[in-house]
């Protein structure tokens, strides 16, 4: 269980939004970010509405005027922890009674005029399609909250430029939205129907990344690979992305194994820059339970999906996201999950138990039928089984060389380096004055289910200022 806590808290739900500091004067505003890439890219969004009205970004918290949480609905979990951030951040409204706290994003709209009730001190909700009226309801907030979900088929955010918090990826949404409704997820119903933000936008939007120096970019979306802005589809995306001079890597995020057309896969293999890694959400293994989430594909038809992927690019590095305890799941369901986990043997996975939604279809038709300590189980197995894989994975990395793009201060280690290999193993090693935001060659010397270490080539500390 503290694993999967782990798991979470690090890589997906507790992302506090470092923005940079800008121009002097106006009103401070800070966000605290919970939830997936997506999120992240729409706080940069959020906080490009708010500047061009003259708001800036607070260093910290405690100096902010305003407090935005971009929040997240798609566990039970997620939200909870929203709410208890909210209980602590009370207290500084009584503080400060002119401080403005917000909550943005999917949670803002699952739960809308129910979460004023639940926490009265929040003076403003807004859904994802409306950061565009951030100032105006920041504005409104005068003793009575101000509330705006409404979902807006044409809000694309065109000619928003996002402020981008430092580091060495940008991310570019794509589209927004979901038409697939998966029978366990809320995303459609919070974030709208899909559309596509034209392909000359997008372009555009990587141009300005790489004249800011970043190197590589990540394309997000709900289901990435099913781009389309009536007259180009994602294939042609990559294509057009990988010519952008200045960038070196393009990643995307998160694909759905029915819309990997073979027009994708060859543009992939294709394109040096587009990275040999990729995120492939299975959720189960069992043909019955892949139905009953209306995943739209069966298991012989995703383990083939992975025999393409892998033909065309030998090497390629890919992760999943799973839910165990799906309600119907029976224990041969369950064997069914990992046995697929042990044949397809992905680098990495996410892994969560199934948390009802109200509002999906499941939560309205399909009883929870896996109790709490069975859910959790099932989770442990699962867990257990990915990380003996990737430590066997990584372990074969050891003699290798790889490139990385050096991204920071390891968390643990005075003086080490991390950043990510094309196939985004986190590398870690002694930095010997690197700079961040470079290219180094690393040859690995040791691995763990999680990480894998090494030491600078001689040509990579030669190249070092
Ligand atoms: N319960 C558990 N996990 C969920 N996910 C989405 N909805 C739920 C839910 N109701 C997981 C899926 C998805 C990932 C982003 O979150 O695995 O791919
Ligand atoms: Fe949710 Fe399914 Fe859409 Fe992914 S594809 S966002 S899991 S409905």
New binding site residues.
């Given amino acids: 269980m503290a694993e999967v806590e782990l798991l979470e808290i690090e890589q997906r739900d507790r992302r506090a939004l470092e923005t940079a500091s800008g121009q002097a004067g106006g009103r401070q505003v800070f966000i605290e970010t919970y939830g997936c890439q997506m999120n992240l890219s729409d706080s940069e969004l959020m906080m490009g509405a708010l500047q061009q009205s003259g708001y800036r970004p607070a260093p910290r918290l405690e100096d902010a005027d305003v407090v935005l949480l971009n929040t997240c609905a ?1 566990r039970e979990h997620a939200q909870e922890r929203v709410v208890g951030r909210l209980a602590q951040l009370s207290r500084l409204k009584i503080k400060r009674p002119d401080l403005v706290l917000g909550v943005c994003g999917c949670m803002a709209k699952h739960l809308a005029q129910n979460l004023l009730d639940r926490a009265p001190y929040v003076d403003l909700v807004a859904g994802p399609d409306s950061y565009r009226r951030l100032p105006e309801l920041i504005a409104e907030v005068s003793g009575e909250p101000a509330l705006d979900v409404r979902l807006d088929r044409d809000e694309g955010y065109l000619g928003l430029d996002p402020v981008r918090r430092g580091g060495t990826n940008a991310w570019v949404t794509i589209m927004r939205g ?5 029978t ?5 119903y919070v ?1 709208g129907r899909e559309r596509g933000v034209a392909a000359a936008e997008v372009v555009r939007q990587v141009e300005d990344a790489a004249a800011a120096g970043f190197q590589e970019v990540t394309l997000l979306g ?2 990435v690979n099913s781009y389309s802005d009536a007259r180009h589809d994602f294939a042609d995306l990559l294509r057009m992305t990988a010519r952008v001079d200045g960038i070196r890597r393009i990643r995307f995020t ?1 694909p ?1 194994p029915s819309d990997f057309s073979e027009k994708v896969i060859e543009a992939m293999a294709e394109e040096e820059k587009v990275c040999r890694f990729i995120h492939l ?1 299975v ?1 189960s293994g069992s043909d019955a339970v892949l139905r009953a ?3 739209t594909y069966t298991v012989c038809e995703y383990l083939d999906l992975v025999d393409r992927l892998r033909d065309a690019m030998p090497g390629v590095c890919l992760s999943t ?1 799973v839910i165990v305890g799906f309600p119907g799941e029976t224990e041969a369901d369950f064997e069914a999950t990992l046995a697929l986990m042990r044949t397809v043997r992905y680098d990495s996975a996410f892994m969560f138990k199934y948390s009802p939604r109200k509002g999906t279809v499941a939560y309205r038709e399909m009883p929870d039928t896996v109790s709490e300590t069975e859910k959790g189980r099932r989770l442990e197995a699962t867990i257990a089984l990915q990380n003996r894989i990737s430590e066997e994975i990584n372990r074969t990395y050891v003699g290798q060389t790889l490139e990385v793009l050096v991204e920071g201060d390891a968390r643990k280690g005075v003086g080490q380096a991390a950043g990510k290999s094309d196939g985004f193993k986190t590398v870690v090693f002694p930095r010997k004055g690197v700079r961040d935001n470079t290219f180094v060659d690393v040859e690995i010397t040791g691995s763990t289910s999680r990480t894998l270490m090494g030491l600078l080539t001689d040509a990579s500390i030669g190249e070092c200022p």
């Fill in positions: 798609i979901c038409d697939k409704f998966c366990f997820c809320i995303v459609p974030r709900q289901t998160s759905h959400p959720q989430m209306k995943r996201d």
